[in-house]
């Protein structure tokens, strides 16, 4: 199970420190990564980690502005969110896969290829 918090409104520029808290399964051996979804538009990979492969990626349009994190004793991934463009409503959600989902590609893989999600955390950003 994921369970997502965080989410709220927040104007532009502002910060958000989102959390995953996964149960059920350890990450150690599962690769967490976090999706987002405005609506009418695809599910888009934002960032992943694979702890103890110590890989994490970012996607072009977060790169120094977000920062993934995990924290094996809390079972829990987070997504500090930096300067957030002005974008409306956007949902944020974790997902879990097996650790080879996030390798030496250098991507965090498609929505598709995850088959565990948590239910979401909506990110509004508006003055």
């Known amino acids: 199970q994921l369970v997502e918090s965080g989410g709220g409104l927040v104007q532009p520029g502002g910060s958000l420190r989102l959390s995953c808290v996964v149960s059920?399964?350890?990450?150690?051996?599962?690769?967490i990564a976090w999706f987002r979804q405005a609506p009418g538009k695809e599910r888009e990979a934002v960032s992943c980690?694979?702890?103890?492969?110590?890989?994490?990626y970012y996607e072009d349009s977060v790169k120094g502005r977000f920062t993934i994190q995990g924290d094996n004793a809390k079972n829990t991934v987070y997504l500090h969110t930096n300067s957030l463009d002005p974008k409306g409503t956007t949902v944020y959600y974790c997902?879990?896969?097996?650790?080879?989902?996030?390798?030496?590609?250098?991507?965090?893989?498609?929505?598709?290829?995850?088959?565990?999600w948590g239910q979401g955390t909506q990110v509004t950003v508006s003055s």
């Open positions: 997902a879990a896969e097996p650790n080879d989902i996030v390798d030496h590609s250098s991507t965090c893989a498609l929505a598709y290829e995850y088959d565990y």
């Open positions: 059920g399964f350890s990450l150690d051996y599962y690769a």
């Open positions: 980690i694979n702890i103890s492969g110590g890989r994490i």
